[in-house]
């Protein structure tokens, strides 16, 4: 199993043959896997120390001299500790620095609470212009890495740290772009809408649910934001109930995204599953989707208690 | 290209900034005249003696770069832009408005011959920093100017940007120090003192060249100095006098920011145009 974070490694390596990139990294290369970049491409990679926030800067000034630049550390170190630095110097005059933040969300496993970001898809989310994608497989990631080459502007990219089943094998195509999710697959009486290494499991749980006789679409929306509106309002319409799922706290992240559109356009019974407003802790990453209940288990029972609520 | 004013026209050309920073403050209703008024003469010898810039076609790729990093001296920047001639000089009266390109702070995507966004102190020198590496790492040939103010550089993201301009020997930055020793809530050595200076940015391998801040013949032999300096970046530690050339303002920790009333203005007005 390829994690996102190996994922990501393997698509700027590729693509910078392809594009005119610049990579920097704070002194985490092995992590966050820019280090295949960094050999292949030595004069285009820095490595700029342990300082995020001067990083950030770095690729701030690269970007305003035309290039397009990627800025990789642990989400928690770009998201939370230089997020003044991304709001100002990159967000706010729109430059294109892709901030690619690997080691999101508590199933990294044992580094604990201080290094599991369960906020940074919130943070990233409200600042204004940024683009937010947390991709879900190999495939997936590397449609991720190019969109936000392709993209004139500011995006954070969300990757995980552990091996995560591939979702777009087997016939399944991956049609991810900016703004619009993937139908994994379809289903008639509650809809699953996940990201990242959540997606596989909600696959999972939609398994355990036919069994049920339950028919569940699982929706996989990488494009955190922008989110994919019409197509949440579709299945919201189509089966009257949703759940999400996410390694991230339920606040502001996919499930207050989710949450905001069916407000607006379609309220109908929600179910969020992720952190529940908590830190992380040390634990293997299956003891800690066990402890925090991110889990297909966890899916299904949420499934059907937002049933219950139509 | 680059202008070679003589040293009066410099000296005339910063009192000309401090006319503008006076006239747009007094219009904007508010900004921040002290450390505007403080930068005025290297203003003046950047746009007007040093930088290889294009007022008529402000994104060309190979100018040489300047970024504010001590941001709410915007009023100083718009300044020297428009008289450089970059926008209209009656601009500068919109400073602050709702419709205004002149934002309280620097604004990269509103006003032409703004190189960097910049506001939140610490982080103007790390792009600065970052722009002279991408120069580096391109083989283009631009160099990059920053004033950073003494009160900002007790920001740690400062000395995150001066040890890595040290590490990858950034020759071709040149960074300003405004030392007018006041900071919003007092002076600089008692509140939070970053003293010694020198000695801190030469430990993180930087050249380090003193001049009077104010002194236009100083200041350009200073940045001739920094050109000449190989394999390091130069910091030139100017003395200034925060609110320099009008009376009432001179070293008024009170003239961080504010507004400048009628009387007030006249006042000024008067001293600067002699």
Known sequence: MNSTREAYGQALAELGEKYPIYVFDADLSKATQTVHFAKKFPERFTNMGIAESNMIGYAAGYAACGATVFASTFAEFAAGRAYDQIRNSVAYPHLNVKIAATHGGVLIGADGGSHQCVEDLALMRAIPGMVVLCPADTEETRRCVEAAILYDGPVYLRFGRMGTPEIYENGKTCTFEIGKGTVVEDGTDVTLIAVGDMVSRAATAAKKLKEEGISAAVIDMASVKPIDEALVVEYAKKTGCIVTAEDHNIMGGLGGAVSEVLAKHQPVPQEMVGLQDQFGRSGTPADLAEYYGLTAEKIVEAAKKCMQRK | ?274
């Open chain 2, 1 to 274: 290209m680059k202008l070679a004013y003589s040293s009066e026209e410099l000296k005339k050309t910063a009192n000309d900034i401090r006319i503008n920073i006076v006239e747009s403050i007094h219009c904007g209703g508010s900004g921040h005249p002290g450390g505007s008024l403080s930068i005025a003469e290297m203003m003046a010898v950047l746009y007007f003696h040093e930088m290889d810039v294009d007022e008529k076609n402000p994104k060309w790729e190979d100018r040489d770069r300047f970024v504010l990093s001590k941001g709410h001296a915007a009023p100083a920047y718009y300044a020297a832009l428009a008289e450089r001639g970059y926008f209209d000089k009656e601009v500068l009266k919109t400073l602050r408005h709702i419709d205004s390109i002149l934002q309280g702070h620097p604004d990269m995507k509103k006003v032409p011959g703004v190189d960097m966004s910049t506001g939140s102190l610490g982080q103007g020198i790390s792009a600065a920093a970052g722009m002279a590496r991408f120069a580096k790492q391109t083989g283009k040939g631009f160099r990059v100017y920053s004033i950073l103010g003494d009160g900002e550089i007790q920001e740690g993201q400062v000395w995150e940007a001066v040890m890595s301009a040290g590490h990858f020997k950034l020759d071709n930055l040149t960074a300003f120090l405004d030392n007018n020793d006041l900071q919003i809530d007092g002076h600089v050595s008692a509140e939070m003192s970053v003293y010694p200076i020198r000695e801190k940015f030469e430990a993180f391998g930087w050249n380090v060249v003193e001049a009077d801040g104010h002194d236009v013949d100083e200041l350009v032999e200073a940045v001739a100095k920094a050109k000449a300096c190989e394999g390091k970046p130069t910091l030139i530690w100017c003395k200034t006098v925060k609110g320099k050339g009008v009376s009432f303002m001179e070293n008024q920790v009170g003239w961080h920011g504010g507004a400048i009333n009628d009387e007030q203005y006249e006042t000024a007005m008067k001293e600067l145009k002699g």
